[in-house]
Nanobody, 123 residues
């Protein structure tokens, strides 16, 4: 069992940056693959980025590749999402997720979810 708490969301102008954090409870954080997803109003939840257990392998949605960076600190039980060059279309609630399977873009493969943090990008 793991509990996830996201933070770092907010309002930013287009072209700006934000860093999201997701703090996990428990002593088995390094056992989980971690992912970030987002959901905009009226749209389905979509994959953003994932990172493997050691942090040595990452994967990104095409829409954020080159702008977002996922990382993790297993000593701090935390996963991060650095978001640069933000666009209005990045506006969404961002969720972190933990999974016991391999890295995946499918939300159904993740076992635990945070409550989400709002990111709003103004034009």
């Amino acid at each position: 069992q793991v509990q996830l708490v996201e933070s770092g969301g907010g309002l930013v102008q287009a072209g700006g940056s934000l860093r999201l954090s997701c703090a996990a409870s428990g002593r088995t954080f390094s056992s989980y693959v971690m992912g970030w997803f987002r959901q905009a109003p009226g749209k389905e939840r979509e994959f953003v980025a994932a990172i493997n257990r050691s942090g040595g392998n990452t994967y990104y949605a095409d829409s954020v590749k080159g702008r977002f960076t996922i990382s993790r600190d297993n000593a701090k039980n935390t996963v991060y999402l650095q978001m640069n060059s933000l666009k209005p279309e990045d506006t969404a609630v961002y969720y972190c997720a933990a999974g016991l399977s391999g890295m995946s873009i499918r939300s159904s493969t993740y076992n635990y979810w945070g409550q989400g943090t709002q990111v709003t990008v103004s034009s």
